[in-house]
Nanobody, 122 residues
Framework: QVQLVESGGGTVQAGGSLRLSCAAS????????MGWFRQAPGKERAFVAR????????YYVDSVKGRFTISRDNAYNTVYLEMNSLNPEDTAVYYC???????????????WGQGTQVTVSS
């Protein structure tokens, strides 16, 4: 069993920054890829970024490239999402997720956190 807990959400003004954290516990050794998703009001959940456990390779959706950075600690116990130059379109519930699938093939995520709210005001 794997448990994921997000933290760091809040309300910021446009142009501001936030750093989200995802703490993993349990059978974390089965995880090969971790990622961040977000769900804006009235919209479906969308992929944001993912990071490979072994290599540290990262991949981002085009809309956040150059603004967001995904990273992890050496023990892979915590994954971060550094968000800069935030705009109101980034407002959403952000979810941490994990999968045993390897990085290049990661499509289905089996473990999810409870989500943390990010609100960006105009």
């Amino acid at each position: 069993q794997v448990q994921l807990v997000e933290s760091g959400g809040g309300t910021v003004q446009a142009g501001g920054s936030l750093r989200l954290s995802c703490a993993a516990s349990g059978r974390t050794w089965i995880i090969n890829t971790m990622g961040w998703f977000r769900q804006a009001p009235g919209k479906e959940r969308a992929f944001v970024a993912r990071i490979a456990k072994r290599s540290g390779s990262t991949y981002y959706v085009d809309s956040v490239k150059g603004r967001f950075t995904i990273s992890r600690d050496n023990a892979y116990n915590t994954v971060y999402l550094e968000m800069n130059s935030l705009n109101p379109e980034d407002t959403a519930v952000y979810y941490c997720a994990a999968t045993n699938q390897v990085f290049s093939y990661a499509r289905e995520y089996d473990y999810w956190g409870q989500g943390t709210q990010v609100t960006v005001s105009s």
